[in-house]
């Protein structure tokens, strides 16, 4: 059964058509790959995945179910978290708090709970917060937890939001360039963490990458997009060697090979 | 017991202003003067909510403080005393009025807090410059309603407000105004706290921080957006029933876009996101009002300027995103706060 399905998906922005005809079906347990030029569509597959964008056409099927009616907030809460392009953490707020926050979407209380500082607002309190302080741990983070997220390096900024994704319980994790900015040794982490979230998590991860190192090592199945269309699927040694890739990465100025690595 | 402490504190105040008002140790234009501090407390911290945690800008914050005195002022009137607009007394004698004008009070709350929904769902759309232009419309459309009710005074209003309380100082002769003051002033500034320190509450910091990213990542920001202008809307109603009783006469001329801007210069003053900076400004705001009173119209220069010059050299206000426990940390043994 899989766990996601993308339908003859169709997107529009006005005149420009930024998805055209994407179908995808991904099982659970895969780690899979979404390559393709600045401006391909990608970051606006993962909007409509998430519910922040309507498809204007298609369907999306999470658990063999159809999401594409729900608000953001609700297909987040059926286990589907991501991270940003640009990391988007609420920085005026601590890394504990950023953690807590976003499990809103199983807060047992109501404002009134609150306001009352009612029984069940301080057991639902205290369990988001443990929930918060564990995912911290696991991901060797428990030091920063007091600090304000602008405030950290790159490479532990990207840890706290993947930190913040996991805090939903999340059966399906999708990936926005989370290589983009790191430095060589920033990446080699990066692929060890995500490998490690992957087991520990039972996670499903769905990426977008142009980091050809992190997709090559990690990715067992590739989608390579251009103007919004699929060119090839497969595994990461056939898409290399695939000529249409090639010629689309090449068309692309700043795309080619060498520029990205 | 260490936990009640600022709760214990702020009691004895209250005792001690009680015994004051009661005493007459000070005249009456200085107790007018608190009354008002009081009730500007409430107004600057629910808008506080809105323009300083939410980062949103709303400038109507006087209409439903409009809304608020005219429903608690009808009930009053209509419920406890026999005047020329209201005819008789209805049902229930003016001896009811010690237990019945909270519950006024709390009414007038919730039609300010529904009027709240012309904001809140607009909300849902739109932000920023635009959904300020709205606020600013609902304030007109308020004034410009009561203007239209001819049976409620127009654009005349409406007095004897002073009948109520008199209604309630026959039954026992305590400051029941001030009471109340203190009272609303004390539970909303902890409903304030205490909503916007829960989890729940931060969300509406994350929609000031990262509206997309709170949307993406669980917060159903339409909830919340909702609730927090009812909330804030809701204790502007509150507040304006207050006034209403304590300057005994309501006219929709007195919520206009300027007192909506007093209120919108006190929170700023005090400090975006800071309530402590929302209570201290509206104490130090409302006492500088009355020193420049000899000024009459000119002191619509001068505090427009006052604004100017704020926003130029200190725009962060007072105290500007912090609390006065984080600038005085001993002040934290009053304010415990709970670790899990
Ligand atoms: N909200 C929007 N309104 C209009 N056009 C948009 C919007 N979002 C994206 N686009 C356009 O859709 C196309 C695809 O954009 P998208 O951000 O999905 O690309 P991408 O593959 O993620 O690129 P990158 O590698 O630069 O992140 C681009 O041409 C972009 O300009
Ligand atoms: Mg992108």
Same mark, same amino acid.
């Given at each position: $059964?899989?766990?996601?399905?993308?339908?003859?998906?169709?997107?529009?922005?006005?005149?420009?058509?930024?998805?055209?005809?994407?179908? *995808?079906?991904?099982?659970?347990?895969?780690?899979?790959?979404?390559?393709?030029?600045?401006?391909?569509?990608?970051?606006?597959?993962?909007?409509?995945?998430?519910?922040?964008?309507?498809?204007?056409?298609?369907?999306?099927?999470?658990?063999?179910?159809?999401?594409?009616?729900?608000?953001?907030?609700?297909? &987040?809460?059926?286990?589907?978290?991501? &991270?940003?392009?640009?990391?988007?953490?609420?920085?005026?707020?601590?890394?504990?708090?950023?953690?807590?926050?976003?499990?809103?979407?199983?807060?047992?209380?109501?404002?009134?709970?609150?306001?009352?500082?009612?029984?069940?607002?301080?057991?639902?309190? !205290?369990? @988001?917060?443990?929930?918060?302080?564990?995912?911290?741990?696991?991901?060797?983070?428990?030091?920063?937890?007091?600090?304000?997220? !602008?405030? *950290?390096?790159?490479? *532990?900024?990207?840890?706290?939001?993947?930190?913040?994704?996991?805090?939903?319980?999340?059966?399906? +994790?999708?990936?926005?360039?989370?290589?983009?900015? $790191?430095?060589?040794?920033?990446?080699?982490?990066?692929?060890?963490?995500?490998?490690?979230?992957?087991?520990?998590?039972?996670?499903?991860?769905?990426?977008?990458?142009?980091?050809?190192?992190?997709? $090559?090592?990690?990715?067992?199945?590739?989608?390579?997009?251009?103007?919004?269309?699929?060119?090839?699927?497969?595994?990461?040694?056939?898409? !290399?060697?695939?000529?249409? @890739?090639?010629?689309?990465?090449?068309?692309?100025?700043?795309?080619?090979?060498?520029?990205?690595? | 017991?260490?936990?009640?402490? =600022?709760?214990?504190?702020?009691?004895?105040?209250?005792?001690?202003?009680?015994?004051?008002?009661?005493?007459?140790?000070?005249?009456?234009?200085?107790?007018?003067?608190?009354?008002?501090?009081?009730?500007?407390? $409430?107004?600057?911290?629910? +808008?506080?909510?809105?323009?300083?945690?939410?980062?949103?800008?709303?400038?109507?914050?006087?209409?439903?403080?409009?809304?608020?005195?005219?429903?608690?002022?009808?009930?009053?009137?209509?419920?406890?005393?026999?005047? #020329?607009?209201?005819?008789?007394?209805?049902?229930?004698?003016?001896?009811?009025?010690?237990?019945?004008?909270?519950?006024?009070?709390?009414?007038?709350?919730?039609?300010?807090?529904? @009027?709240?929904?012309?904001?809140? %769902?607009?909300?849902?759309? &739109?932000?920023?410059?635009?959904?300020?232009?709205? &606020?600013?419309? %609902?304030?007109?459309?308020?004034?410009?309603?009561?203007?239209?009710? /001819?049976?409620?005074?127009?654009?005349?209003?409406?007095?004897?407000?002073?009948?109520? %309380?008199?209604?309630?100082?026959?039954?026992?002769?305590?400051?029941?105004?001030?009471?109340?003051?203190?009272?609303?002033?004390?539970?909303?500034?902890?409903?304030?706290?205490?909503?916007?320190?829960?989890?729940?509450? !931060?969300?509406?910091?994350?929609?000031?921080?990262?509206?997309?990213?709170?949307?993406?990542?669980?917060?159903?920001?339409?909830?919340?957006? +909702?609730?927090?202008?009812?909330? #804030?809307?809701?204790?502007?109603?509150?507040?304006?029933?207050?006034?209403?009783?304590?300057?005994?006469?309501?006219?929709?001329?007195?919520?206009?876009?300027?007192?909506?801007?007093?209120?919108? %210069?006190?929170?700023?003053?005090?400090?975006?996101?800071?309530? =402590?900076?929302?209570?201290?400004?509206?104490?130090?705001?409302?006492?500088?009002?009355?020193?420049?009173?000899?000024? /009459?119209?000119?002191?619509?220069?001068?505090?427009?300027?006052?604004?100017?010059?704020?926003?130029?050299?200190?725009?962060?206000?007072?105290?500007?995103?912090?609390?006065?426990?984080?600038?005085?940390?001993?002040?934290?043994?009053?304010?415990?706060?709970?670790?899990?």
């Amino acid at each position: $059964m899989p766990l996601l399905e993308l339908k003859q998906i169709n997107h529009f922005f006005g005149g420009l058509q930024a998805v055209h005809n994407f179908n *995808l079906t991904i099982e659970p347990g895969e780690l899979i790959g979404l390559i393709g030029p600045n401006g391909a569509g990608k970051t606006t597959i993962f909007n409509l995945v998430s519910g922040f964008y309507k498809p204007t056409q298609g369907d999306i099927l999470f658990h063999e179910k159809s999401i594409i009616h729900l608000k953001p907030h609700q297909v &987040t809460s059926l286990g589907l978290a991501r &991270t940003f392009q640009n990391i988007r953490m609420w920085n005026s707020m601590t890394v504990l708090e950023n953690l807590c926050i976003s499990q809103h979407y199983r807060m047992g209380y109501s404002f009134m709970d609150a306001i009352f500082s009612t029984k069940t607002y301080h057991e639902h309190e !205290k369990a @988001v917060v443990k929930r918060a302080m564990e995912i911290l741990e696991s991901l060797e983070l428990s030091e920063a937890a007091g600090e304000y997220p !602008k405030n *950290l390096p790159y490479g *532990l900024q990207r840890r706290v939001e993947i930190g913040r994704a996991l805090t939903i319980k999340p059966s399906l +994790l999708l990936l926005d360039e989370p290589a983009a900015g $790191m430095n060589p040794s920033d990446i080699d982490r990066l692929i060890e963490l995500i490998q490690w979230i992957r087991e520990q998590f039972h996670l499903t991860i769905w990426l977008i990458e142009h980091q050809m190192k992190v997709v $090559m090592s990690l990715c067992e199945r590739l989608c390579v997009l251009d103007f919004g269309q699929i060119i090839a699927e497969g595994s990461p040694s056939d898409i !290399k060697n695939n000529p249409r @890739v090639i010629k689309a990465y090449l068309g692309d100025e700043e795309a080619d090979d060498d520029a990205e690595n | 017991m260490r936990h009640y402490l =600022s709760l214990i504190v702020y009691l004895a105040i209250c005792l001690l202003i009680i015994v004051i008002f009661q005493q007459n140790w000070l005249n009456a234009y200085i107790q007018i003067v608190m009354m008002f501090i009081g009730i500007n407390i $409430m107004l600057s911290s629910s +808008l506080n909510l809105i323009n300083g945690y939410m980062g949103e800008f709303s400038c109507g914050h006087a209409g439903f403080m409009a809304v608020g005195a005219y429903t608690a002022s009808l009930l009053n009137m209509g419920l406890f005393t026999t005047s #020329s607009i209201f005819g008789r007394s209805l049902f229930i004698g003016p001896q009811y009025s010690v237990f019945l004008f909270p519950v006024t009070l709390i009414i007038a709350g919730f039609c300010a807090a529904l @009027v709240g929904l012309l904001v809140a %769902v607009p909300s849902f759309r &739109t932000r920023g410059d635009y959904l300020a232009i709205i &606020t600013l419309a %609902v304030n007109y459309i308020v004034k410009s309603s009561i203007e239209n009710i /001819q049976e409620i005074g127009g654009a005349r209003g409406f007095m004897g407000m002073r009948q109520v %309380v008199n209604a309630m100082n026959n039954v026992i002769n305590i400051p029941w105004l001030m009471i109340w003051i203190l009272a609303f002033a004390g539970t909303s500034i902890i409903a304030l706290k205490r909503f916007v320190g829960s989890t729940y509450g !931060k969300g509406v910091i994350a929609i000031r921080d990262d509206e997309i990213a709170a949307e993406i990542m669980s917060v159903n920001t339409q909830r919340v957006k +909702l609730i927090a202008f009812m909330l #804030s809307s809701g204790i502007a109603g509150i507040a304006g029933g207050l006034f209403a009783h304590v300057i005994g006469y309501i006219n929709p001329g007195t919520f206009t876009i300027m007192k909506s801007t007093e209120i919108m %210069v006190m929170v700023y003053l005090g400090g975006m996101g800071s309530l =402590s900076g929302s209570v201290l400004s509206a104490v130090l705001f409302t006492v500088m009002l009355e020193f420049l009173r000899p000024l /009459q119209l000119f002191k619509w220069v001068l505090i427009p300027l006052l604004l100017i010059i704020l926003m130029l050299f200190r725009p962060e206000g007072l105290m500007g995103n912090r609390e006065l426990s984080d600038v005085f940390p001993g002040l934290r043994r009053f304010f415990p706060s709970k670790e899990y």
